[in-house]
Every structure is written in C-alpha cells, then in structure tokens.
C-alpha cells in the first residue's frame, strides 16, 4: 500500500483514484503523526503537496461540519488537476487577457477547451469528479480559487486567509477554520492581484497593502510579504447581495421596532447621525438601512475610501478614493472628495467613515447647511466617539483649541448610535444617545435607548435582553413636530422591569 493511502487509512478517508486498496483492508503500519511526518511522493506541479498533506492531518475538527465542496481532494485528483491546469493555459493563456472578449465569452472559451483537455486525460473519473474538476480549474484561471465557494455560500460573512494553507470563516457570528486551502503562495497572489488589477489598483513588494472591493462590493483587504510573514494575508467582509432592510435587523434583534421608529424620523427630520463601532460591529449595515429612510427626491453624495454601501435611491453620486500610483502621484483622499462634494449641490452627504482629517470638514459641512448627513466612526461607546472625533479633526493639522474642537462636534452632530458585538456574535445596537450641546468644557449626552443586560443569557448561550427606551424624550424630537413627524407613543415608553435608567453624562 503507498504512502499516500496509508496516510488517509490512518485518518479513515478512501484511498486515492487509481488505488487498489480498499478502506476495509488497508491498516496503517504506524501513526498517523508518524506517517505525516514521513516524505510523501510528489507529482509534476504539485511541490507543496506534501506540506498540504501534513497540516490537513493535524487540522482541528471544525465546530460545524464543513460542506462536501470543502473537504480535501485525494492525491491522484490534485495532479490531474495540476497537470489540467497547465494543458489549459497552453492552450488559451494568450486569449485570457483579449479585450475584445466579454465575461460569458471567456467563461465559454475555457470551458469548451478544458473538456477537451480532460478527455484527453487516462484517470477513470465519475461524472461528479469530472463536473468538480472542471469548475476547479475555472474558478482558479477566472475566479477566486477556493475561495469561489465561499463567496457563494449565504451563511458566510467573513472570510480570512492567513497564508496559502490557513483559511479562516465566520458563519453565524462564529469563527471556524475551512477545508479549503490554496495550492501554494503563488496561486493566493494570482487570486489577489486579480482582485485588485479589476478595480486598477496594484499590490506589490513597493505597495504591498491595499483595499479592494469583488464585483457584488464585498470589502477586501490584502497583505503580502515583507509585511506579511506567514505568507499573503486577505480578509473579505461579505455583503448580501440584497440589501439589509431595518426590518431584517428588527428580525437578528439588532433593532426593536420602537427605535427603527424613531432613527427613520431622525433621518426624515435631516439630523446629522454618527453611526459608533467596532470592527466587524455591522456599521457600514446600518449605515445602508438609515439611508433608505432618506426621500427619493433628494440629491444624495456617498465618499468611500472603497465603495460598498448599497443605496437604494436613484439620485446618488458615489465618489471613491484613489491611492497614489508607483510615482506617489495623483493621490485623491477622502478629505479632498469632502471638500469636493460641497460644491456638487449635495442635499445629503454620507461618508462611509472618518478616520482622519476629513472629520473636520464633515463637521464643517453639517455645519453650514448641509444637514441630514450620516457617517460612522471606530469608536466602543458614544462618549469614546465624541473623544475620537476630537482626535480626528486634530490631524486634519490645523492648531485648534480644543473647546472649540468640541464646540465643533455638539453643534454638527445630532444624535450617536452605538453598535456592539456581545459575545454570543449577535450585533446589537446598545445606545441610542442625543447630542446635548457644551456644559463647560465638557460635550453633554443623553441617553435615548440603552440596551438592556438584565434578562441574561439564555440557554443556547445568547442574550436575551434588548435595546429599551431610558424615558428620556430628547430634544431634538421638538423639531419632528414642525415638520410634521408624528411618533407614536410607544416609542418612550419604559418597559418595566428595565436594568437601565437614562443618564445625563
């Protein structure tokens, strides 16, 4: 018995195509540690095989079982596909990169010449190997690679790749480690620079970071060596190829429905909103659904470092950011399209985030007219993204006392909504918190709706409480009535018993 069909014995997989040795009568000679750590044979192409056998034999068990399109390929699969690969691009890599072939017609082209090229091919396949074989090496010459399947998959929301044999993804709030891998550092730098070469951004050894985005808007990131020394590292954060609506988030229980009241008559009432979080909080996802409450007849600026909001308005400009060339040239921030926007009659300016010096024109421009502006700030609660915005407008280098700094920030911004991610993964809004104005030296806060930890966890280990009004009315309701905003009572009205009490901090 070879090697290789030994090694899977030892982890109770079927042998490889072409092997003789059936499950019920091959016995492992030693470990499975042992046999991992011995040389395993290797095929033409396939020289970071054996690594990949290796670590697939101590990889953890998953917390949910991996899907069928995940699990390792066998031995003889690989080098079929390897050597697949290598017949397809004699044959078609000049045509792969013809500008006068569209999308379907590329993907006709490759597939017509890879069916060629596995008949030609002596391993007995079944229909299913055939059919996975063929949609393998498409996804590698056209698409994602092993990523493909992911990108397809709902119920993944995240996918992080650390180096070409460790993929990472979040399903349903949790992390777990997938079966699938690339075939070595080469080809996860194929799949990244064919990422960002589609948008016209580059990533090499002198720009060895970039943000990108995939064609449905999923926000990617990307590192390469030197600066990553596992190898390549790329994060993708998924969106829905249909938009969040405010009553799918009243669905997860990141709203109730007396805030989704309340934030749609914010919006309607043209307040300035700040949309507070952490990484990973569902900032940009809110952001989408507070947009939609904004009226079709208004003319709406979007400003993003990469474009990935979803509006659903037909009047939108979306202006992106644009890092500088090889030169260190024709840079154009987010500040500059700041600046830019407000000579572009905007009713609406709506900035994906602040995270330097733009903040101060932001707060500039809500300022001077252009109310009903949304954005969203990396901030852990409202009175931490008061302090961050103080920051932020402090590298915009201009010497400004700091009173007037926060003079800046209580008459810009209206009201802070805080998101948080608990710990069961969920992601909650945990404040809803007014804008007061200057008490001294100090921004003035109050608390609208905090969300309510008294009902604990349950027994599936998710909280049970909810966001809850404080009582509190805020101010800034005084302004729904001139404008013809009515809010049914239910809003303010405090549940008993509540954990909470709204606070004037």
């Known amino acids: ?47 970071a095989r054996p690594a990949r056998v290796s670590q697939a034999a101590k990889l953890p068990a998953p917390s949910a079982p991996p899907s069928p399109s995940a699990q390792p390929e066998p031995d003889a699969l690989i080098a079929l596909k390897d050597r697949a690969s290598a017949a397809l691009f004699e044959r078609v890599g000049a045509r792969l990169n013809n500008p006068s072939l569209t999308e379907d017609q590329l993907h006709a082209l490759v597939r017509t010449e890879l069916n060629k ?36 998959d709902p119920t993944v929301t995240e996918i992080m790749v650390n180096g070409p044999d460790m993929i ?13 891998r690339f075939t070595s550092e080469e080809h996860l730098r194929q799949v990244i620079e064919r990422i960002v070469s589609r948008i016209g951004r580059r990533i090499d050894e002198s720009s060895p970071l970039v943000d990108a985005r995939l064609a449905d808007g999923s926000r990617v990131n990307a590192v390469i060596p030197p600066l990553a ?15 969040f609506k405010v009553n799918d988030l009243i669905g997860f229980g990141t709203l109730t429905p007396e805030m989704s009241e309340l934030l749609r008559a914010c919006v309607q009432a043209r307040l300035n909103i700040i949309v507070s979080g952490g990484t990973g909080s569902g ?28 509006m659903q308005q037909d009047h939108v400009v979306r ?20 600046r830019n926007s407000l000579r572009m009659r905007p009713d609406r300016i709506v900035v994906g985030e602040v995270r330097g010096g733009e903040t101060l024109d932001m707060l500039q421009a809500m300022n001077t007219g252009h109310d009903g502006s949304l954005s969203t700030v990396h901030a852990n609660s409202p009175r931490d993204a008061v302090a961050r ?97 009515t809010l049914s009572p239910r809003v303010f009205a405090v549940p008993t018993p509540t954990g909470n009490t709204g606070k004037n901090r």
């Open 117 to 152: 090229v596995v008949e030609d091919e002596t391993v007995p396949l079944t229909a299913e190997q055939r059919q996975r074989l063929i949609s393998d090496i498409q996804d590698d010459v056209l698409g994602h690679g092993p990523l493909e399947r992911l990108l397809a």
């Open 229 to 243: 020394v596992n190898g390549s590292s790329l994060t993708i954060r998924k969106f829905s190829k249909d938009p």
């Open 168 to 180: 990472y993804i979040e399903q349903r709030g949790r992390l777990t480690r997938s079966a699938a």
């Open 283 to 310: 900032k940009t996802t809110l952001l989408n659904v507070l947009s939609s409450f904004i009226p079709e007849s208004e003319r709406i600026v979007t400003i993003e470092d990469a474009v990935e909001l979803q």
């Open 1 to 47: 018995m070879s090697l290789s069909d030994r090694l899977r014995a030892a982890r109770g997989e079927s042998p490889a195509l072409g092997s003789d040795t059936s499950p019920a009568t091959a016995a492992p000679s030693a470990g499975a540690e042992d046999i991992a750590a011995q040389p395993a044979p290797t095929a033409p192409g396939a020289a």
């Open 319 to 338: 202006l992106e950011a644009r890092p500088a060339n090889i030169e260190g040239k024709g840079e154009i921030s987010i500040r500059d399209l700041v």
């Open 389 to 485: 915005l103080e920051t932020l407008v402090l590298m915009a280098g201009m010497d400004l006392p700091l009173r007037a700094i926060r003079e800046q920030i209580a008459s810009a911004v209206d009201v802070i909504i805080q998101l948080t991610r608990l710990r069961d993964g969920t992601r909650r809004v945990t404040a809803v918190t007014e804008v007061q104005g200057m008490e001294g030296q100090t921004v003035t806060l109050q608390d609208a709706f905090l969300f309510d930890y008294s009902a604990g966890v349950g027994p599936d280990g998710k909280f049970l409480g909810k966001p809850v009004s404080t009582g509190v009315r805020p101010r800034f309701t005084d302004q729904f009535a001139e404008m013809g905003i």
